[in-house]
């Protein structure tokens, strides 16, 4: 194309005027130099004067060479744009020759290292119907006439989207394969391949008319057999069992609608800029890889708010990819945000499939459907929004379904991603408080939307990192001998494998443990955490500032995972950003400030602790053992830690193994030593003297645990003087007793006497073998279990301890009487 061209100065400046884009450049391998630093070329697919003209403005955006610029290597001049198909011709024999010429460059010269970087350019992201793929406005993406172009500048000309590849190294290539025509070639095939799945991430397969779409679900052979048994067991008609399985399917059936999202993606930009002064998002381009590369992407976040929905699919559709098909609960189904969530990719599920084996055949179906048609899926793992700011236990079911998809024959790679989603603000922390007192959740409607709506105010910033992705052939692999021989090629339905439950159990584990690999330390949480770990709730600012200079120093120079988002501020700046949200209760006196959390406030404010409380859990046990010992060695101190740590792993999902506690607690260790905390001599860590200022800052750390360790006092106490005891019991007891050290210690937290907490580490517990069973059914607590409870008791302060131990021998009263 001869982009200097009369015709060209002619258009360019209507196009600027008429278009508007965003710019989107993957990263570089961090073996290669930044985009734009070595000699580059770019490959379009097509002579689009309106790609063109989106390239040259995001390059100068990108600040990359003009495309209007040609390329001098050594004296010799190269087009710095080539094109795959060239005007009025699907022949690709002039980016072939300019690819050779490229290569041959190389061999001229070994230095040189020129990047060829593939561009897409997409008007709009419809990914058009099935059955009508030609039609005018849905071949956006393909590479349409003069005529159709001229549409699509009119009507999608506010919506583009400019994507710059990964840039591929011509220097190396030359070197391992040559310069020959074949190299070329297969050089300009693969980078025809790679704008069929840019085209694919972008906007996703091309959509099934929903009518069809239940129809060809109902006439599948798993389906069929599903109809055929409901029919027997319930002795109904078979079109009596057919329509009610076609009536599951519309329940259950998203109805995309690329054009509602566009009016969406208005919609958010205006209410994000207005409630969030920000959303910082991490490892979108190793997702962008993954779509790429042609993953069947399945995002597993962990669920806080009903906006995660919203943000999730919002960000996603920012970072250049098409939005993800959502499992919501069906209770979102109602008139009207269930039909514009289903516009947007929302399908129902219900809470419960037991007992309706049809449905759950349907279900299944469906998701197996969205997994072969290419479509990526969201789902919650947890099941439901936490209420206590803490992951919860994960529910099995939808990743018991991926796996059984994998079983189904599924061709394309199928990767689990891991998602952290925080806030400074959520909305329904007050409503969470309400019903972990007892009140029953309410029930969605219309009514309440509009009120959340009214409600919405400045909510701090907004968090979204998407952690290590789980290739599920890879993990199957690890984990099974020969699974694949439980693959059926065909249509029907496989049948479980033994080894089903006890490998999604892990998988399950794996993905909670990479959301909280992702977590996200904000002003917010962290000054939560500083000001609750204090007596009354309240610290003095200076204080408050050296603790959370205290936070930052642990969190950067001994960071849980590489993916954590730490913040890069100093303690001050945190503290200015914390103060904005209105959430602290600031009182001047003669001597300074004074910052404290009201009583009722103190109790939403552990929301936001437990989002991040798995990160400061070891080294808040550490500081424990040094206020509680005075003096330890790092052997004493890593045996301790190691001897509660399974527990802890399984309650907050860490994702570091006992045998790595050595190295973790030394690096611990030696931080606290740089921050002066805790002093190192004649082989001992001591505490600092109680008069040193940095004994409040080593006090504060350790309480960050204490409240964990009281909790496992309790139940080992308990189960010490009460057995035999049943399970259910040595749960409702434990929680009674947690609930009366809360009530005589002012303890604050929900989570403290929550059900799910007491249940999983009574859990973790029978795991470790530390609980037998008797032939009654009882709990009968194993040899162990003595040690383990008198070390932890030396690490809670003794008012407390007494408390626990007078409660329990006065519940053992009241059990006998």
Request: with cysteine; hydrophobic share 40%; proline share 5%.
């Amino acid at each position: 194309m001869a982009t200097q061209s009369w015709l060209y100065s002619m258009v360019k400046h209507p196009l600027r005027w008429m278009t508007r884009f965003i710019a989107i450049a993957d990263d570089v391998d961090e073996q290669r130099s930044p985009l734009g630093t070595q000699p580059l070329v770019y490959v379009m697919r097509s002579t689009s004067k309106a790609d063109f003209s989106i390239l040259q403005r995001a390059a100068a955006a990108k600040k990359l060479p003009d495309p209007q610029h040609p390329l001098t290597v050594n004296g010799k001049s190269f087009p710095r744009v080539m094109f795959l198909e060239q005007a009025k011709s699907d022949s690709n024999e002039q980016a072939i020759e300019e690819f050779q010429q490229l290569l041959s460059a190389h061999q001229a010269d070994p230095e040189l290292d020129i990047q060829v970087c593939p561009v897409g350019v997409f008007w709009g992201r419809k990914p058009g119907q099935e059955a009508n793929a030609g039609a005018a406005m849905t071949g956006d993406l393909d590479d349409p006439g003069p005529l159709l172009k001229f549409w699509l500048v009119l009507f999608s000309g506010r919506q583009v989207l400019c994507r710059f590849s990964r840039p591929v190294s011509l220097g190396t290539m030359a070197q391992q394969s040559g310069s020959d025509f074949k190299i070329a070639h297969k050089l300009a095939r693969v980078a025809r391949v790679h704008f069929v799945r840019m085209r694919h991430a972008v906007a996703g397969p091309k959509l099934s008319d929903r009518n069809e779409l239940m129809q060809s679900l109902i006439d599948s052979p798993a389906l069929k057999k599903a109809v055929a048994d409901e029919q027997k067991s319930n002795k109904t008609s078979a079109a009596a069992a057919r329509k009610k399985a076609l009536s599951y399917v519309n329940e259950i059936a998203a109805n995309y609608s690329e054009t509602l999202v566009r009016v969406l993606d208005r919609f958010m930009t205006w209410m994000w800029s207005r409630i969030y002064n920000g959303i910082e998002v991490r490892g979108g381009d190793n997702i962008r890889k993954l779509a790429q590369q042609g993953h069947e992407v399945i995002y597993v976040p962990c669920h806080r708010s009903h906006m995660d929905y919203l943000l999730l699919s919002y960000v996603i559709y920012k970072e250049g990819l098409v939005p993800p098909h959502i499992a919501a609960g069906v209770n979102l189904n109602f008139f009207p945000v269930g039909s514009i969530f289903r516009r947007g990719g929302a399908f129902f599920i219900r809470r419960s499939f037991r007992g309706n084996k049809l449905y759950s055949a349907v279900f299944r179906e469906y998701l197996c459907w969205l997994f072969q048609k290419g479509y990526p899926v969201e789902y919650f793992a947890e099941g439901g929004r936490s209420r206590t700011g803490r992951l919860l236990p994960p529910k099995t079911g939808m990743l018991a379904m991926t796996v059984q998809g994998m079983l189904r024959g599924q061709q394309r790679p199928i990767s689990l991603v891991p998602v952290y989603l925080g806030y400074e603000h959520i909305m329904e922390v007050s409503t969470y408080l309400k019903e972990l007192k007892g009140k029953s959740k309410e029930k969605e409607s219309m009514w309440k939307v509009l009120g959340s709506v009214r409600n919405l105010k400045n909510f701090g910033q907004g968090y979204v990192t998407f952690g290590q992705p789980i290739n599920l052939k890879s993990f199957l692999d690890q984990q099974v001998d020969n699974w694949q021989s439980s693959i059926t090629r065909g249509a029907e339905e496989p049948e479980r494998p033994n080894w089903l439950t006890p490998t999604v159990n892990r998988l399950a584990e794996t993905v909670m443990r990479g959301i909280n690999d992702s977590a996200a330390a904000n002003s917010v949480n962290l000054s939560a955490l500083a000001l609750l770990s204090s007596e009354h709730h309240a610290l003095t600012r200076e204080e408050l500032l050296l603790q959370l200079q205290v936070y930052l120093g642990l969190l950067q120079e001994v960071p849980y995972t590489e993916r954590v988002n730490v913040p890069q501020v100093s303690a001050e700046e945190l503290w200015r950003q914390a103060s904005r949200t209105d959430k602290f209760t600031i009182e001047d006196d003669a001597m300074g400030q004074v910052v404290s959390l009201e009583s009722a406030n103190a109790i939403a404010m552990t929301y936001y602790r437990n989002n991040i409380l798995h990160l400061m859990i070891v080294p808040g046990i550490v500081a424990t053992i040094m206020v509680a010992k005075k003096q330890q060695t790092a052997e004493q101190i890593v045996d301790r830690i190691q001897q509660v740590y399974p527990m802890i792993q399984a309650e907050l999902f860490l994702s570091h193994e006992t045998e790595d506690i050595a190295l973790w607690v030394s690096a611990i260790l030696e931080e606290l030593q740089r921050q002066q905390l805790i002093t190192y001599r004649d082989g001992n860590y001591h505490m600092v003297s109680r008069e040193s200022p940095q004994w409040l800052q080593l006090q504060l750390l350790g309480r960050s645990a204490s409240e964990t360790l009281q909790r496992y006092s309790i139940v080992l106490e308990l189960l010490q003087q009460a057995q035999p005891i049943q399970r259910a019991e040595l749960e409702r007891h434990s929680i009674t007793l947690a609930e009366r050290l809360s009530s005589i210690h002012g303890i604050n937290a929900p989570e403290f006497y929550d059900k799910k907490v007491m249940t999983t580490f009574i859990g973790s517990l029978k795991s470790q073998q530390l609980l037998q069973v008797n032939d009654d059914g009882q709990q009968i607590a194993a040899p162990e279990i003595g040690p383990l409870s008198d070390m932890i008791d030396e690490l809670i302060d003794p008012p407390v301890l007494q408390t626990i131990r007078q409660s329990v021998q006065q519940l053992l009263i009241e059990m006998k009487s």
